[in-house]
């Protein structure tokens, strides 16, 4: 089987913006078909890594690299196969939905006019695209700027705060749009949003970035499980919690009670035990147990402890 291959790679970029180091030896990729969500607090880097990616800004030092072509050797091959929205999409509001798309549509070589409709239907614009954008809401307004980003069959898209001023329908219209591109018709996206909570629903990976420094890059299973290798957070529901804690706590965890539920803090590599050990213990002690599960860590938790820990000097504290 053919090995798959990066749609979008960057290797050491590094970027200054009048003197000031903006980005420093970032390496990431992102696979076909995935959902990648680049996350970082205000002035962390983002914004320019996107600008360099899609050519809005020079490349200083490094390598970006998309469907495999070079971006200082064959920049237009791949802008051919990269398309994008920084903030909020322009466009012509005294024109129709299907007139702004035709107009850029003329910038590609090609593409037949029924293309406008068939990401019309994609987006869930169709029944409305005739009408003029000055009648359109923010959100139809951002799913026609997708509609154009996806005209000429981008393999990666990029989208930088795409949810900015949405409700909350329209954020979930969104999110059902771009899973449908990546994980059904194999678009690669690329995607900053400050919406921690919507991104937890949506992506399949996530980097971190810092103060220009890319701290992590991590799987949802894995931001699922972060919170140190030998660490793990459960909790224990009991009819007799205070026997339970007492157990619990000889055994070399930390808990604490919160109602009928125990939450439990085991460090296996200090003696602690994880929640099948902790289990068989209580079982033959003879202490009811009426419910288990793991705590499953948000990816807001994993960013908060990631950028919270985060210094230069330390990037050993989150795994890289």
């Given at each position: 089987?053919?090995?798959?291959?990066?749609?979008?790679?960057?290797?050491?970029?590094?970027?200054?913006?009048?003197?000031?180091?903006?980005l420093?030896?970032?390496?990431?990729?992102?696979?076909?078909?995935?959902?990648?969500?680049?996350?970082?607090?205000?002035?962390?880097g983002?914004?320019?890594?996107?600008?360099?990616?899609?050519?809005?800004?020079?490349?200083?030092?490094?390598?970006?690299?998309?469907?495999?072509?070079?971006?200082?050797?064959?920049?237009?091959?791949?802008?051919?196969?990269?398309?994008?929205?920084?903030?909020?999409?322009?466009?012509?509001?005294?024109?129709?939905?299907?007139?702004?798309?035709?107009?850029?549509?003329?910038?590609?070589?090609?593409?037949?006019?029924?293309?406008?409709?068939?990401?019309?239907?994609?987006?869930?614009?169709?029944?409305?695209?005739?009408?003029?954008?000055?009648?359109?809401?923010?959100?139809?307004?951002?799913?026609?700027?997708?509609?154009?980003?996806?005209?000429?069959?981008?393999?990666?898209?990029?989208?930088?705060?795409?949810?900015?001023?949405?409700?909350?329908?329209?954020?979930?219209?969104?999110?059902?749009?771009?899973?449908?591109?990546?994980?059904?018709?194999g678009?690669?996206?690329?995607?900053?949003?400050?919406?921690?909570?919507?991104?937890?629903?949506?992506?399949?990976?996530?980097?971190?970035?810092?103060r220009?420094?890319?701290?992590?890059v991590?799987?949802?299973?894995?931001?699922?499980?972060?919170?140190?290798?030998?660490?793990s957070?459960?909790?224990?529901?009991t009819?007799?919690?205070?026997?339970?804690l007492?157990?619990?706590?000889?055994?070399?965890?930390?808990a604490?009670?919160?109602?009928?539920?125990?939450?439990?803090?085991?460090?296996?590599?200090?003696?602690?035990?994880?929640?099948?050990?902790?289990?068989?213990?209580?079982?033959?002690?003879?202490?009811?147990?009426?419910?288990?599960?793991?705590?499953?860590?948000?990816?807001?938790?994993?960013?908060?402890?990631?950028?919270?820990?985060?210094?230069?000097?330390?990037?050993?504290?989150?795994?890289?």
């Amino acid at each position: 089987m053919e090995e798959m291959k990066p749609v979008l790679s960057i290797k050491n970029l590094t970027k200054h913006l009048s003197s000031k180091l903006i980005l420093n030896n970032i390496s990431l990729d992102v696979m076909p078909g995935e959902i990648f969500g680049f996350l970082g607090p205000n002035g962390s880097g983002k914004t320019t890594t996107i600008k360099v990616v899609l050519g809005l800004l020079s490349l200083e030092a490094g390598e970006v690299s998309v469907c495999g072509y070079d971006m200082r050797k064959e920049p237009m091959k791949a802008m051919n196969c990269v398309n994008g929205i920084i903030e909020n999409p322009e466009m012509y509001k005294y024109l129709t939905g299907k007139q702004n798309l035709m107009q850029y549509l003329r910038m590609y070589d090609g593409i037949p006019e029924s293309r406008c409709d068939e990401v019309a239907e994609i987006v869930g614009l169709s029944a409305r695209i005739n009408d003029k954008v000055g009648k359109y809401s923010l959100g139809m307004r951002q799913r026609l700027g997708l509609a154009q980003a996806m005209l000429n069959r981008p393999k990666l898209l990029i989208l930088d705060e795409p949810t900015n001023g949405l409700d909350p329908v329209g954020i979930k219209e969104l999110r059902d749009i771009l899973k449908r591109l990546s994980h059904i018709e194999g678009t690669a996206v690329f995607i900053s949003s400050h919406q921690l909570a919507e991104l937890d629903l949506m992506c399949d990976r996530v980097g971190i970035i810092d103060r220009g420094n890319l701290v992590a890059v991590k799987t949802m299973d894995e931001i699922r499980r972060l919170n140190g290798g030998s660490v793990s957070e459960y909790l224990i529901g009991t009819e007799e919690p205070g026997r339970a804690l007492e157990l619990i706590v000889a055994a070399g965890n930390t808990a604490v009670i919160e109602g009928n539920l125990i939450r439990v803090t085991a460090d296996t590599a200090k003696g602690g035990k994880a929640l099948p050990e902790m289990l068989r213990e209580l079982i033959l002690a003879d202490v009811r147990v009426t419910s288990a599960a793991p705590v499953r860590h948000s990816l807001e938790d994993a960013f908060l402890e990631i950028t919270g820990s985060y210094s230069p000097d330390k990037r050993k504290a989150v795994g890289i």
